[in-house]
């Protein structure tokens, strides 16, 4: 029993002692004149969890479960590893151990690195325990955990006006969010009397006919909107443009690449685990808001000057293809429950996705930092050429533009084209129908301005202002040369991951097949 609750802690242990010891070892580390250490500290305690995931993930150890017992019997913590968060948190750790690199050479400059250390390993901390834990108390504990990081770590350049602003509109538009979602799980609280994830949807699933419908409507719009915000969905995304040029790019890359993945986890859970799609009509809400967030985004991002504003407006169009997902899973859970193959399907396009976009966002705005770094500037017109200067990491950053664009074969096409092929299993479905060509025409967008920014970035010749320009560090260069070639490695090795993927997708298909069967004994659906 020890020995599984020990099993079931020790990520998130290895990274808030990592976190919470960083200060020491910064400042032993200085006295010793060897201040790297502290630097390889924080590399060594992400490496310690992406292994961790890696290998529970491979060795088929999953689910792994445990509970610590606290008076009163609400304050117990259930944890609970399976495929979906372990999938997860093996790409915030992976990231996480990246960007920790890449920081290295990145932020050599800055002062405040102990607590930079100790705010990322923090950061991922939050973002693992969000996917660990089985109740939503402690979601939400985790979850408010990753928030304050994740404001500091946008202001973390403190002495630039932009940098306090966005952090602090981050934190007004998230703690709004936060606190709708706190509200709706208050809400949950007082109607079932646990926060328990299976319990939860035992309650409502046996309590459905007493429990007033359009209260549990209510409910599911709250939890939508309020990591919606964190999810950066269209109305809700206006914090994301302005935190990125302001924060440091590796913490772009950690916002884009992951923060916002998590907003889009809770949404997946909690949707899945407790609303059981097959039971409530909300797959078609989803679905508009993915095309909304998508068109949003794909036309503000035509608009843009600022290369990180650029990538932080086509993340939200991400987002849009991710939520899109979800509904279309969702839509056609209630409105086809026999049809599990296009479910998971669905899933399985939406999941993918969080990958590619995750590795594919990651590099680019790691890539796009090495530019800036360099350069001095954001301004996409004076970081024309700029590819010849920098070959590596152009050719780095080309790799990552090609991949979103989703341009055969790159595993950036085939999860968007499973998305394309579970809305087109019902062609005589208007609504679907309608939303597929809405999403095409969306995908087309964003290929033509991601090529559109490769062309300009890696095959125009450069301008005078970046004769003196020349490669990043190694440093630099390597976290992005690697997530180059991991973006080949999963197009080439596509059926192993997609076989990695199929496994959460089992897991949250595998309660809509348990609510099937519930359903029909209580005559439902």
């Known amino acids: 029993m020890v020995g599984m609750l020990?099993?079931?802690?020790?990520p998130l242990l290895v990274l808030l002692v990592g976190g919470l010891t960083t200060p020491v070892?910064?400042?032993l580390s200085r006295k010793i004149g060897k201040e790297k250490i502290r630097d390889a500290w924080a590399i060594l305690a992400f490496a310690i969890t992406t292994a961790y995931f890696l290998y529970i993930i491979s060795n088929g150890k999953l689910p792994i479960t445990c509970k610590i017992k606290l008076?009163?019997?609400w304050a117990s913590v259930g944890i609970k590893i399976d495929a979906f968060s372990a999938y997860l948190s093996l790409i915030f750790s992976f990231l996480g151990l990246i960007v920790s690199i890449y920081s290295v050479g990145y932020m050599?400059?800055?002062?405040g690195l102990d607590e930079y250390y100790t705010l990322l390993l923090t950061l991922v901390a939050g973002m693992v325990g969000v996917t660990m834990v089985d109740d939503l108390f402690t979601l939400y504990?985790?979850?408010e955990l990753m928030c304050i990081s994740s404001y500091t770590l946008v202001s973390f350049r403190k002495y630039r006006w932009e940098a306090v602003e966005a952090g602090f509109k981050y934190l007004v538009m998230s703690t709004i969010g936060s606190l709708i979602a706190l509200y709706s799980i208050s809400l949950l609280y007082g109607i079932t009397g646990t926060l328990n994830f299976s319990e939860l949807s035992q309650l409502i699933l046996s309590n459905s006919a007493s429990i007033p419908r359009d209260t549990l409507y209510y409910i599911i719009a709250m939890i939508i909107a309020g990591f919606g915000v964190t999810a950066a969905i269209v109305p809700f995304h206006t914090w994301l443009p302005d935190a990125h040029p302001a924060a440091p790019s590796s913490i772009s890359a950690m916002l884009s690449g992951v923060v916002i993945k998590t907003g889009a986890f809770a949404i997946f859970k909690i949707l899945f685990t407790v609303f059981y799609p097959t039971k409530f009509y909300y797959g078609s809400i989803l679905i508009l808001f993915g095309l909304l967030t998508m068109t949003v985004a794909n036309i503000m991002v035509i608009l843009q000057r600022d290369v990180k504003r650029?990538?932080?407006y086509s993340s939200i169009a991400n987002m849009g293809y991710i939520i899109l997902a979800l509904g279309v899973s969702t839509y056609i859970a209630y409105n086809h429950p026999t049809e599990l193959g296009a479910v998971s399907l669905a899933l399985l396009g939406g999941l993918f996705h969080i990958l590619n976009h995750a590795i594919?966002?990651?590099?680019l705005f790691l890539g796009a930092g090495c530019f800036i770094h360099e350069?001095?500037?954001r301004d996409l017109t004076k970081l024309e050429g700029i590819g010849v200067k920098m070959p590596i990491s152009a050719v780095s950053f080309s790799v990552g533009l090609l991949n979103l664009a989703g341009v055969p074969p790159l595993s950036g096409f085939w999860s968007k084209f499973f998305i394309v092929m579970a809305m087109l299993a019902f062609p005589a479905d208007p609504f679907l129908y309608a939303s597929t060509i809405v999403f095409i025409v969306n995908m087309f967008i964003a290929a033509g301005y991601y090529v559109w920014l490769l062309e300009r970035i890696s095959l125009r010749s450069p301008s005078e202002h970046l004769a003196k320009i020349t490669e990043a560090k190694l440093s630099m260069v390597i976290p992005v040369l690697i997530l180059a070639i991991l973006c080949i490695l999963i197009t080439i090795f596509i059926d192993p991951v997609v076989e990695i993927i199929a496994e959460p997708v089992s897991v949250l298909v595998g309660s809509t097949v348990s609510n099937i069967k519930i359903s029909l004994i209580l005559g439902g659906v």
């Open 6 to 10: 020990w099993c079931c802690l020790f």
């Open 71 to 73: 008076e009163p019997e």
């Open 360 to 363: 594919g966002k990651g590099l």
């Open 375 to 377: 350069a001095k500037t």
């Open 108 to 111: 050599e400059k800055e002062t």
């Open 310 to 312: 650029f990538l932080a």
């Open 141 to 143: 504990v985790m979850w």
């Open 25 to 27: 070892i910064g400042f």
